[in-house]
């Protein structure tokens, strides 16, 4: 019985739910895909983009999308 190993991508924005650090990425059968514990996103990614270390994903900080309905962060970390 193998699982995968998930690893939270850091600075990942989920872009189903825009919820920041819930993105997790796992290889799975030599597939990388990336799910959001807050939601029920999950998607393929390109092998060719790793998930390691070098992500640009911190960039987007000040200019990212903003709701103001109120804090709507769900955590259902299991
Ligand atoms: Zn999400």
Do not use: H, W
Not at 5 to 21: E, H, L, N, Q, Y
Not at 42 to 66: C, F, H, I, W, Y
């Amino acid at each position: 019985m193998t699982q995968p190993v998930k690893r939270f991508i850091a600075g990942a924005v989920c872009p189903k739910c825009s919820t920041m650090d819930t993105v997790r990425a796992f290889e799975l059968d030599g597939q990388l895909y990336r799910e959001c514990v807050s939601c029920d996103f999950s998607d393929e990614m390109d092998a060719q983009q790793g998930v390691d270390n070098e992500l640009p994903t911190r960039v987007n900080q000040s200019d990212k999308l903003v709701f103001d309905e109120g804090e709507q962060v769900v955590k259902l970390i299991n």
